[in-house]
């Protein structure tokens, strides 16, 4: 077994047994488990090691691993960190709590993101808690009509069931709900709508999460309508249903698409990373002499292409590395080397046709 799979594996038993023992303390030896969340208990502690073991074989890849250890060194540089830190913020703010990123590619794709993730951002916050044990609601001694909320087993604030507080506290996950299914709605609309879209869609990777979260949030509402209006018809079913949809989608997490949440965060660092380069040296084209890229990127790829076993280097040759060309000449020595070649062609096909017409002289007239 290679290093990385030891090391992934590692990590991963390592954190799944931090969240264990956090929901053990949390949950005062498991006096606070809902046992009727015991399946997503567990479907939530294999998620978290299928995530930790995909994300520290990511991290080891060389591309990523380079992006990982310069933004760290970046925003930690001395005498930037606060400045690094208010632009984390903002970079932050605007990239995730606003999406505005993909405003850029499109309003009705920003509206779908935006509204799927702070949906499912909204039911995390509620779910995992709950099913963790680190949250847990009991009624006042004598009076019904009230809660209090406990927080890792310390008693909190109380509240009326009928409040505006208990009306929003106890329908926080049909709130999320609405946002995943509009969310949900408007990608699909786009998927069956343009051309663009459907022609790179695959089910596995597109359409399937959306099926999920729509189950998801689908059978979610059918339980409230349940004990809402129905007087508990058909709950026993509906929350089973519920169950498989939820279990699932946690099992899929570290294999699907879903797993670019967690991937994401990691662009802030190659922000930071891009924005060094930028102040710092510039590489100069060794064709024609324009700057196109920083110094540091450039340098870094060659040190990443030599760790994958690519070697472009052009011996004998004042370029040095194919790295020193810029985009623009490399499309112009394509261009040339093709030409090149199809003047070969050309001029072989030329020669053939004058032997085989030397050899037959009938050939001519």
């Known amino acids: 077994m290679s290093t990385s799979l030891l090391k992934s594996g590692l990590w991963a038993t390592i954190v799944t047994g931090l969240l264990a023992i956090l929901i053990l303390l949390g949950s005062r030896n498991l006096a606070h488990l809902d046992a009727a969340l015991?399946?997503?208990?567990?479907?939530?502690?294999?998620?978290?090691?299928?995530?930790?073991?995909?994300?520290?074989?990511?991290?080891?890849?060389?591309?990523?691993?380079?992006?990982?250890?310069?933004?760290?060194?970046?925003?930690?540089?001395?005498?930037?960190?606060?400045?690094?830190?208010?632009?984390?913020?903002?970079?932050?703010?605007?990239?995730?709590?606003?999406?505005?990123?993909?405003?850029?590619?499109?309003?009705?794709?920003?509206?779908?993101?935006?509204?799927?993730?702070?949906g499912c951002i909204l039911a995390s916050a509620i779910t995992f808690p709950l099913v963790f044990g680190w949250i847990h609601f009991e009624t006042l001694p004598g009076n019904f009509e009230w809660y209090r909320a406990y927080v890792f087993g310390v008693p909190t604030f109380a509240f009326p069931i009928d409040s505006i507080l208990g009306f929003v506290t106890f329908h926080g996950l049909v709130w999320a709900a609405f946002l995943v299914i509009g969310g949900v709605m408007i990608a699909m609309r786009r998927r069956m709508r343009e051309h663009g879209a459907a022609a790179v869609q695959e089910f596995g990777e597109d359409i399937l999460p959306l099926i999920l979260l729509f189950a998801i949030s689908v059978t979610g509402l059918m339980l409230t309508a349940s004990y809402t209006w129905m007087r508990g018809y058909a709950f026993d079913f509906l929350a089973i249903l519920h169950a498989?949809?939820?279990?699932?989608?946690?099992?899929?997490?570290?294999?699907?698409?879903?797993?670019?949440?967690?991937?994401?965060?990691?662009?802030?660092?190659?922000?930071?990373?891009?924005?060094?380069?930028?102040?710092?040296?510039?590489?100069?084209?060794?064709?024609?002499?324009?700057?196109?890229?920083?110094?540091?990127?450039?340098?870094?790829?060659?040190?990443?292409?030599?760790?994958?076993g690519y070697r472009y280097e052009l011996p004998n040759s004042s370029v040095e590395h194919y790295q020193w060309i810029c985009p623009r000449c490399r499309r112009s020595m394509l261009a040339v080397a093709q030409g090149a070649l199809w003047e070969s062609a050309r001029a072989e096909e030329s020669r053939a046709s004058a032997l085989t017409n030397a050899m037959d002289p009938a050939g001519f007239e």
């Open 38 to 118: 015991v399946g997503y208990l567990f479907a939530s502690l294999f998620a978290t090691f299928g995530l930790t073991y995909r994300y520290t074989m990511w991290l080891q890849r060389p591309p990523t691993a380079m992006y990982w250890r310069r933004g760290w060194r970046v925003f930690f540089r001395s005498g930037h960190l606060w400045r690094n830190t208010a632009e984390w913020f903002r970079r932050f703010f605007r990239g995730f709590a606003l999406n505005i990123f993909i405003w850029k590619r499109g309003r009705s794709r920003w509206a779908a993101h935006w509204l799927i993730m702070w």
């Open 244 to 308: 498989i949809t939820v279990i699932f989608t946690l099992l899929y997490l570290p294999f699907g698409k879903f797993f670019h949440i967690f991937q994401r965060p990691a662009q802030l660092g190659v922000a930071f990373y891009m924005d060094v380069g930028a102040a710092g040296g510039q590489a100069v084209c060794r064709r024609c002499g324009e700057p196109f890229a920083s110094r540091m990127q450039v340098e870094d790829l060659i040190t990443v292409e030599h760790q994958l």
